[in-house]
Structure formats: C-alpha cells, structure tokens
C-alpha cells in the first residue's frame, strides 16, 4: 500500500485533506484514483489507513477508515557518523532510517576525506529519509541534525547513558562485553546509546584520547577489515537488536 506523509493540520476527525507535491506524485506518477486505499502519516507517529474520495488540482480528499498509533522505541539510539565520500553518506541515511535509528548526526574527523557539506546535501539526505519511511512504514522520520565538529560531538554525548566509539584498534570489549554482565544477566537498559563510527581512514589517536576523557568506551567489531559503510549499517542493526528495537510491537 502507497505511502504519504500529511501535515497534522489536514487531518479532521474522520477525513483527511492531502496537498503539496504529494498530489503531483499520488496523481500523476502512481495514477491512483477515488476507491484506492492509501496511507497517511502524519509525522508524529500516526498512521491512518484512508481511502480516496476525490481527486482536486491541488488537492485529494480522503475518509479515515482506521488509525494506528506507533510509540518511539524507549531506548533511543543515536549514530554519530563522520562524512563518508562519494555517496556513501546516502546509503547510511537511508539505512540509518529504515533501522530506526532516532538521529544521525554527521560529523568533521580528522582523516575525513573532505571537511565541509553542501546545503544541498542536507536537503537531499531530508528527502531520502522521507523516502525511505515510506518505504519501511517508519511514521516518524529520523532526525539529521546539521554537520557538526568531533568536540561539539563529544559535548552531545552528555545526554546519553552509553556512549561507545568504534576503533579498529581495540582488541577486548565487544558489544556483546558491554550489553551482558558475567553472570549472562543483560545489565539495565538505558534511555539513550550514542556511537561515533569513524570515516575511511578511521579516527585519529587524538580523537580517541579525547573520546576516553569524554567517557566513550572504545569497542571492536572484530578482527575482519570493514567497509566504512559495512561498519556503520552493522553496528546500527547489532545494537538496535541489542536493545530490543527490532521486535515487533505487541
């Protein structure tokens, strides 16, 4: 079933109004028609279930036949990414987003290949996650904040319970060494993990030296060579298992 976000404001107790270049698409390019069962996100966590009763210029109306309500995971994971090259960052976003990462935050490291992004990046990075919540049926897009410096980074990891950074380096902790305690028992879960994953040329020992300072425990995902975008997609769909976002809601 096709997929649209609406703005909270179109949407009535028992109809709701699509408009924007959502019309253009929903017209145009799927060639949908009245009688057509659609749904409509509203950016908050609603999901209604609609079906269309007539198609406008500039607008499509539609009767709610359903509504579903999806809560945001209680435990939030937040990626710190540095700037990948080429259209690596585009795979990441997309990824990031249909794993249900809460936010991706991009990030200058020191063997970053370039240190600086295009506004028109960020706004193409907006338009894939938009893309790819309606592919996924994520009802609320993920958050990308703008590019950001690896102390900035370090300072926003204040907010969060764990705080880990991969490093090609570390030889003995393991994610499965952080997540379960001695005795098998998982420890308690936080509220909130951030993990920094490094560019191509990984992080500099000066950044991890600032990262120990920041409270960052230095973790291996083990003696194979990654990708820098294997790395990142593994660690998002390994932790998101870890910490129980990958269920299905009850």
Request: aromatic share 6%; net charge neutral.
């Amino acid at each position: 079933m096709r997929r649209f976000f609406i703005e909270p404001g179109q949407i009535r107790e028992s109809s709701a109004i699509l408009a924007g270049p959502e019309v253009h698409h929903l017209k145009n390019v799927l060639r949908l028609q009245p009688g057509d069962h659609i749904e409509l996100m509203d950016g908050t966590g609603n999901t209604f279930l609609c079906v269309i009763e007539s198609l406008d210029k500039d607008e499509i109306q539609t009767r709610i036949l359903a509504k579903n309500r999806e809560e945001s995971p209680a435990i939030r994971l937040v990626i710190g990414q540095a700037l990948l090259t080429g259209k690596k960052m585009d795979l990441i976003v997309q990824k990031a987003t249909e794993l249900g990462v809460h936010t991706l935050q991009p990030f200058r490291a020191d063997h970053c290949s370039r240190q600086d992004i295009k506004i028109h990046k960020e706004e193409r990075w907006d338009r894939i996650i938009l893309e790819a919540c309606k592919q996924c049926g994520r009802p609320v897009p993920m958050f990308c904040p703008q590019l950001t410096g690896f102390e900035e980074l370090l300072r926003l990891g204040e907010a969060s319970q764990i705080k880990l950074i991969f490093w090609e380096k570390e030889e003995h902790q393991t994610l499965q060494t952080i997540f379960h305690s001695p005795a098998g028992e998982p420890p308690a879960l936080p509220c909130q993990v951030l993990a920094l994953i490094g560019p191509e040329g990984g992080f500099s020992p000066t950044e991890i030296e600032k990262a120990k300072i920041a409270g960052f425990i230095p973790v291996t995902l083990g003696k194979r060579i990654l990708r820098a975008e294997t790395a990142t997609i593994a660690v998002m769909a390994i932790l998101q298992f870890l910490l129980g976002n990958l269920a299905r809601n009850p």
